[in-house]
């Protein structure tokens, strides 16, 4: 199974600035996603980043606010950018592999002040 | 995405079996009922899959209704660190990714 880490594990921004997430898999995988875990709630999938692609992102969710960088096949980024407070959430990044099953990062917590 | 209906929250003694229902009415001939959850801080977590046969792993068994409305988690022998939030996701077959995440079911494990 694949192992994911993500950096930072968390931090605090102040509002207007960015944060940009890496996601880093100890294989190469073709398919990444990013998610978002507002406080209390479920996952939402903001986008899926294939390698030598742009993202496909989901409704509501636009390149402007959260840009996606995947330059090889194990590594990606998300940038969370112009913070606002509504922003604060965990965002998880996830691979999945040929067994139809998907691996998840331990996710990083924002607090936006 | 077809859609899954499970209790907001259940209760279990440590080491006794649970049994986590999940409702999925509109499921289509193609969708796989996947399983995950997700431990306290943490990301989530592959359970199981499974078509229309049940299913057993080394973490749980899938019981899938014979008309696949409706399916049940079981984890034979509950611990502590069982308690999560387990949610039971519909994924449509080869080719898509997606996972859609429902609110799931808020297991609590009493010792």
């Known amino acids: 199974s694949a192992v994911i880490s993500q950096k930072p594990s968390r931090d605090i921004c102040q509002r207007g600035t960015s944060l940009t997430i890496q996601c880093q898999v100890d294989s190469q995988v073709t398919m990444m996603f990013w998610y978002r875990q507002q406080p209390g709630q479920s996952l939402t999938l903001i986008a899926t980043?294939?390698?030598?692609?742009?993202?496909?992102?989901e409704s509501g969710f636009v390149i402007d606010k959260f840009p996606i960088s995947r330059p090889n096949l194990t590594f990606s980024t998300l940038t969370v950018s112009n913070l606002s407070p509504e922003d604060s959430s965990i965002y998880l990044c996830s691979v999945e592999e040929y067994t139809d099953t998907q691996y998840f990062g331990p996710g990083t917590r924002l607090t936006v002040l | 995405d077809a859609k899954t209906t499970q209790p907001n929250s259940m209760e279990s003694n440590e080491e006794e079996p649970v049994h986590l229902p999940c409702n999925h009415s509109?499921?289509?001939?193609?969708?796989?009922i996947h399983w995950y959850r997700q431990l306290p801080s943490q990301g989530p977590e592959y359970v199981i899959h499974?078509?229309?046969s049940n299913v057993n792993n080394r973490m749980a068994s899938l019981a899938i209704a014979e008309d696949r409305k409706s399916s049940t988690l079981i984890l034979h022998r509950a611990t502590l660190r069982d308690a999560a939030v387990y949610y039971c996701?519909?994924?449509?077959?080869?080719?898509?990714?997606?996972?859609?995440f429902g609110k799931g079911t808020k297991l609590s494990v009493i010792p």
């Open positions: 499974g078509l229309t």
């Open positions: 996701i519909l994924k449509t077959g080869a080719g898509s990714y997606q996972l859609t």
């Open positions: 980043a294939n390698q030598g692609s742009e993202a496909t992102y």
């Open positions: 509109t499921i289509s001939g193609t969708d796989y």
